[in-house]
């Protein structure tokens, strides 16, 4: 806020002319602010691009880890457990699944 009336005071010393005639109060500087802030708004990055078909559950299935390395369950960090350790990931997801969490895994990917 004391930025906005610091600009408001900078722009009245500049331009007064115009500034009275536009903005007669702080209050009409403000909202303009704000609406200029708010409504000119453009994303930087592109939407994300949505499948119409989502993968099926039976796409999620375990592959054993390439490194062979045991890995905290995805699912059980999730849900803050202690987890087991997996050397297993889901196929789709490549993240470390306990053997019991599977089923988890696949309802959320539903």
Known sequence: MAAAHNAYIVAKDSNPGYVNSEWPGFQDFLEDLVEDLVCHVTTVR?????????????????????????????????????????????????????????????????
Not at 86 to 102: D, G
Request: with cysteine.
């Open 46 to 110: 592109a939407p994300p691009i949505i499948h119409s078909v989502r993968p099926t559950q039976h796409l999620h299935t375990l592959k054993q880890r390439d490194d062979g390395l045991y890995k905290v369950c995805y699912e059980c960090k999730l849900l803050g457990l202690k987890g087991k350790s997996a050397k297993t990931n889901c196929a789709i997801c490549k993240v470390p699944v306990y053997i019991k969490c599977l089923q988890i895994h696949q309802k959320k990917m539903l």
